[in-house]
């Protein structure tokens, strides 16, 4: 079974993505074969500076094997690395009836704001069909704003099989656990477009800061409180250890607390939690030609795939072979 997903260099990743992805993604490397990649082409739609592209690209490289991406299990590159993906875009796209993006949310969602769309918007659907389908993926995770990506993944690659003859894999949408939709600071779920991020690998003291203007309700100290409504403990449940938040849960229910120990709470756990990973990623960045290496080999892996895959196509519809 292949197991693909992308995930875009928009920022320095945080909580929410961690444990909304990149946790299930490194679970997932072990039972299947993985393939993930840094969507660098899709994150040209929003990220507009060159130099700060290609740190947000180091930066998502180094966190996704410190935190435990195994080349060694699962093929890790960067999209564009792999160019039979846009070639197959393409092709795709003249089969991609108009309608179909009209109604997908990223486009739909910015005229809907009064702002103007580019095609690169209006199409990235399209991009994301091509980078399932171009190594024969069985199974995507993603959030679940992805899922009507996937939908238009599978029309796109059942109408070309049905004007062309069986050419691709229907890939399956595997929507990620929903029980991860981490609180942001302040209190809405975690996102970098809500301004109300942790990133994993804030520098210890930013990260203290950061926790402690975590916003927490005004209700008086000595109240009880139902934990799993608040979103200090909803966080604290990600690192603790399963006794420490039985104590805090316990805490809860007892009221007479102070929001400024279980910050510290938080922060302490949280160090903790990513004290290895953070040693690693270190690791990694003191060897920047180690990192590259890991790239340019999972390009190579997956361009083999893609290449199949294109040729395939390109048969298929008519694009080889003339002679
Ligand atoms: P952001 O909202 O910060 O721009 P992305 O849309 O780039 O994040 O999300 C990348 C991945 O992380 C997606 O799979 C998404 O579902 C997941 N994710 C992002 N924020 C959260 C969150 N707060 N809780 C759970 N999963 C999240
Ligand atoms: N569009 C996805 C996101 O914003 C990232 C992505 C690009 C992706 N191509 C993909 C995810 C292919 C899964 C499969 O999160």
Redesign the pocket.
């Given at each position: 079974m292949r197991v693909l997903?992308g995930?875009?260099p928009?920022?320095r990743f945080?909580?929410?993505?961690y444990?909304?992805?990149?946790q299930q993604y490194i679970e997932l490397q072990q039972q299947h074969d993985g393939y993930y990649f840094i969507a660098d082409l899709h994150a040209l739609t929003t990220v507009r500076d060159a130099e700060l592209l290609r740190q947000y690209k180091r930066d998502a490289a180094l966190d996704l094997l410190a935190l435990g991406l195994d080349p060694a299990k699962a093929v890790l590159f960067n999209q564009s690395d792999v160019p039979e993906v846009s070639q197959l875009t393409w092709i795709l796209m003249t089969c991609t009836p108009m309608g179909l993006l009209e109604r997908c949310h990223a486009y739909k969602d910015k005229v809907s704001r009064g702002l103007n769309a580019d095609a690169g918007l209006f199409t990235y659907p399209v991009l994301m069909a091509a980078d399932i389908l171009a190594y024969d993926s069985n199974l995507v995770?993603?959030?679940?704003?992805?899922v009507q990506h996937i939908e238009v993944c599978r029309d796109l690659a059942s109408s070309f099989n049905h004007q062309y003859g069986e050419t691709f894999v229907l890939p399956e949408a595997r929507l990620?656990s929903?029980s991860?939709?981490?609180?942001?600071t302040d209190g809405e779920?975690?996102?970098?477009?809500?301004n109300n991020?942790i990133e994993l690998f804030e520098e210890p003291k930013a990260l203290r800061k950061k926790i402690m203007r975590i916003a927490t309700d005004s209700r008086p100290m000595e109240d009880a409180k139902d934990p799993e409504t608040d979103h200090l403990y909803l966080l604290f449940k990600l690192f603790g250890a399963p006794d420490q938040v039985a104590a805090m849960a316990e805490l809860y229910g007892k009221g007479g607390f102070g929001y400024g120990e279980i910050k510290k709470q938080l922060a302490d756990a949280a160090e903790n939690y990513y004290a290895e990973a953070r040693q690693r990623r270190q690791e990694f960045a003191s060897r920047p030609d180690t990192v590259k290496d890991i790239l340019a080999d999972g390009a190579r892996r997956a361009r083999l795939q893609a290449t199949n895959v294109l040729t395939r196509v390109q048969d298929a519809c008519g694009i080889s072979k003339p002679f």
């Open positions: 997903s995930i875009q928009t920022g945080h909580w929410g993505n444990f909304g992805a990149i995770p993603v959030g679940q704003d992805q990620l929903t991860a939709k981490v609180p942001g779920k975690m996102s970098k477009s809500y991020t």
